[in-house]
């Protein structure tokens, strides 16, 4: 590894390996004595060069992707993020391979998903959303497309598996699945609904929003924290009920505890009155998708999808967070050099945003 490698690699992890639970250790989460660590959001710019709407004709209508490029030259890495998430959660990472090779990158809102807007945005099968790749790489580059490389992480390995078995991009190079198996994944479908009963419906600010996904653990990465979750959240229409914000200010009651100390034992419970009032004042943010709604499509898109990833005739590479998520058609496909797995200890499920450099 060269110098400026592992620069970047220590500039760009979280100073400390997470603890069970989810929450970073150490709970004061400082960066130096008596400074709390900035949540604010960072636009797409600063990671993209360029932000467009590629329209596409569909048998209702016309549909328009949103999508977020880099780079003039060289192959294409089609991004592809997970279920609730958004092309931003692929910021931090392009920069990284934008700075390492030649190459271009389209990360792309899936329908249902970010900014893009389609008719049947409640459609999220496989089988359409595969058809929404192909259709977006021919609006993009017509009948000669340059080589592209697919890359998916979650659900969006899942539709880059079912987009290249069906061979809806006809220059595709290579295939990157990013910590989905189906074996983990069938298991962990029962279990999907009480963790997104979860989470706190709604957030009085994108600033809180990023604070929770940081300490909640689910992005681990305060850098790619702060780009991507604007893509997951939205402003909600009229004000909300009083029980939205009584979930979110329990579920950072750590930092409100440190807090009262440094404001001369302000209570805990005359500051969830104060926020909660400061809530109803304002239009508070909600998730832009409601995932427990898609639960018919589950099935769909992980069942058979070893099998499916292991017949794709393209190099194939399998990015893990960690070797226990491998299933036994995987293992078998892995002992026969079917394809390339490299496993990334230390990191939760969003591998890209926690370790972009390593990825």
Same mark, same amino acid.
């Given at each position: 590894?060269?110098?400026?490698?592992?620069?970047?690699?220590? $500039?760009? /992890? #979280? *100073?400390?390996?997470?603890?069970? %639970?989810?929450?970073?250790? +150490?709970?004061?989460?400082?960066?130096?004595?008596?400074?709390?660590?900035?949540?604010?959001?960072?636009?797409?710019?600063?990671?993209?060069?360029?932000?467009?709407?590629?329209?596409?004709?569909?048998?209702?209508?016309?549909?328009?992707?949103?999508?977020?490029?880099?780079?003039?030259?060289?192959?294409?890495?089609?991004?592809?993020?997970?279920?609730?998430?958004?092309?931003?959660?692929?910021?931090?990472?392009?920069?990284?391979?934008?700075?390492?090779?030649?190459?271009?990158?389209?990360?792309?809102?899936?329908?249902?998903?970010?900014?893009?807007?389609?008719?049947?945005?409640?459609?999220?099968?496989?089988?359409?959303?595969?058809?929404?790749?192909?259709?977006?790489?021919?609006?993009?580059? $017509?009948? /000669? #497309? *340059?080589?592209?490389?697919?890359? %998916?992480?979650?659900?969006? +390995?899942?539709?880059?598996?079912?987009?290249?078995?069906?061979?809806?991009?006809?220059?595709?190079?290579?295939?990157?699945?990013?910590?989905?198996?189906?074996?983990?994944?069938?298991?962990?479908?029962?279990?999907?609904?009480?963790?997104?009963?979860?989470?706190?419906?709604?957030?009085?600010?994108?600033?809180?929003?990023?604070?929770?996904?940081?300490?909640?653990?689910?992005?681990?990465?305060?850098?790619?924290?702060?780009?991507?979750?604007?893509?997951?959240?939205?402003?909600?229409?009229?004000?909300?009920?009083?029980?939205?914000?009584?979930?979110?200010?329990?579920?950072?009651?750590?930092?409100?505890?440190?807090?009262?100390?440094?404001?001369?034992?302000?209570?805990?419970?005359?500051?969830?009155?104060?926020?909660?009032?400061?809530?109803?004042?304002?239009?508070?943010?909600?998730?832009?998708?409601?995932?427990?709604?898609?639960?018919?499509?589950?099935?769909?898109?992980?069942?058979?999808?070893?099998?499916?990833?292991?017949?794709?005739?393209?190099?194939?590479?399998?990015?893990?967070?960690?070797?226990?998520?491998?299933?036994?058609?995987?293992?078998?496909?892995?002992?026969?050099?079917?394809?390339?797995?490299?496993?990334?200890?230390?990191?939760?499920?969003?591998?890209?945003?926690?370790?972009?450099?390593?990825?």
């Amino acid at each position: 590894m060269s110098t400026l490698e592992k620069q970047l690699h220590m $500039g760009r /992890l #979280p *100073p400390r390996p997470p603890v069970p %639970g989810g929450l970073q250790s +150490g709970s004061k989460m400082r960066m130096g004595p008596g400074r709390k660590r900035d949540f604010s959001p960072v636009p797409w710019s600063q990671y993209f060069e360029s932000m467009e709407d590629v329209v596409v004709e569909s048998e209702t209508g016309k549909d328009s992707f949103r999508i977020y490029k880099s780079g003039s030259e060289g192959p294409v890495l089609l991004l592809l993020h997970g279920g609730g998430h958004s092309a931003l959660s692929w910021a931090v990472f392009t920069t990284a391979i934008i700075g390492r090779i030649q190459c271009r990158v389209v990360a792309l809102d899936q329908r249902g998903h970010g900014e893009t807007k389609v008719k049947n945005p409640e459609d999220l099968s496989a089988e359409t959303m595969a058809r929404d790749i192909g259709n977006v790489v021919e609006a993009l580059y $017509g009948d /000669l #497309p *340059p080589p592209i490389m697919l890359i %998916g992480h979650s659900m969006g +390995g899942a539709i880059a598996v079912h987009t290249a078995a069906a061979n809806l991009i006809p220059s595709l190079l290579g295939l990157c699945m990013i910590d989905v198996v189906e074996g983990t994944a069938m298991d962990a479908l029962n279990s999907m609904q009480n963790f997104l009963r979860s989470r706190p419906k709604t957030f009085k600010s994108l600033e809180n929003a990023i604070e929770w996904s940081v300490k909640s653990g689910q992005i681990r990465n305060l850098d790619s924290a702060r780009v991507s979750m604007v893509g997951q959240v939205k402003q909600c229409e009229e004000a909300t009920s009083p029980e939205g914000p009584k979930a979110l200010v329990e579920g950072i009651i750590e930092e409100e505890e440190e807090d009262e100390e440094e404001n001369g034992g302000q209570s805990i419970n005359k500051r969830k009155k104060e926020d909660d009032t400061e809530t109803k004042k304002e239009r508070p943010y909600t998730w832009r998708i409601e995932l427990s709604k898609t639960e018919k499509y589950w099935d769909g898109w992980f069942r058979g999808l070893s099998n499916l990833f292991l017949s794709c005739s393209i190099p194939k590479q399998l990015l893990l967070a960690g070797v226990d998520r491998l299933d036994k058609d995987l293992t078998i496909g892995q002992m026969q050099g079917k394809f390339q797995m490299q496993v990334l200890p230390q990191c939760g499920h969003a591998v890209h945003e926690d370790a972009p450099d390593k990825v």
